[in-house]
């Protein structure tokens, strides 16, 4: 027990942990990413990284909850900020899309998601939150486009739905790299999307 509290006072914060754990991913890839190799970045063993986070299911889970964190914030700031709102919905997919082969996040995302099939109900829902949080920004953006007349007057949930639905097809072929979709190609077919759908006139 002695030990054990030691560990505790002595171990890296949680946000330093995870943010290890990004940082890894990022530059050698999910695969690389173990516990053991991840302790010797923060300087833990295996076994106390284990004590904290009891998987690494529920690590890679609290490193995607952190990731999401932050990305939260940034669109928190992209939405509130001045201008139309077809120029923060612009924002939003650029924010929303990856930015290349192998981005960490959106690789974190997959994994997480491949892994969500064993999940447990409590997992489920905290993946749930963050895709919640998503959505119910978009559907308010939407909702504000449509009542000052610049997007179509479509169900703002349904199209959210939609919209983000295409999105994800999208960054997932981005992030795996598949031939023929690199991050160009997409922003130029969901603007396409964008272009036809939402700010099309009504008739």
């Known amino acids: ?30 695969e690389k990413l173990t516990m053991a190799g991840l302790g010797r970045e923060v300087g833990m063993s ?3 990284l284990l004590y904290y986070f009891h998987s690494k299911d529920e690590l890679l889970l609290q490193a995607l909850e952190w990731s999401e ?17 077809r ?26 998601w491949n892994r969500s099939q064993s999940a447990d109900d409590d997992a489920r829902e905290r993946q749930a939150a963050i895709e919640g949080a998503w959505h119910r920004d978009l559907v308010a953006l939407l909702a504000e ?8 007057r479509v169900d703002p949930d349904r199209f959210a739905s939609r919209l983000r639905a295409l999105l994800d097809g999208f960054a997932i072929h981005v992030a795996v790299g598949l031939r023929g ?21 009504d008739t």
């Open 87 to 112: 120029e923060r919905l612009d924002a939003y997919v650029d924010l929303y899309v990856p930015d290349g082969h192998r981005d960490p996040h959106w690789t974190l995302w997959l994994e997480v």
């Open 69 to 85: 964190g932050r990305l939260g914030a940034e669109r928190g700031r992209l939405l509130m900020r001045r201008g139309s709102a």
């Open 46 to 48: 295996s076994g106390h």
């Open 1 to 30: 027990m002695a030990g054990a509290a030691r560990a505790r006072r002595n171990a890296p914060p949680r946000e330093e942990v995870l943010a290890a754990a990004m940082d890894m991913i990022a530059k050698r890839g999910l």
């Open 181 to 201: 979709t690199d991050r160009e190609q997409i922003m130029s077919h969901v603007q396409e999307f964008i272009a036809d759908s939402l700010l099309a006139t």
């Open 145 to 152: 486009g449509i009542s000052h007349g610049e997007f179509r």
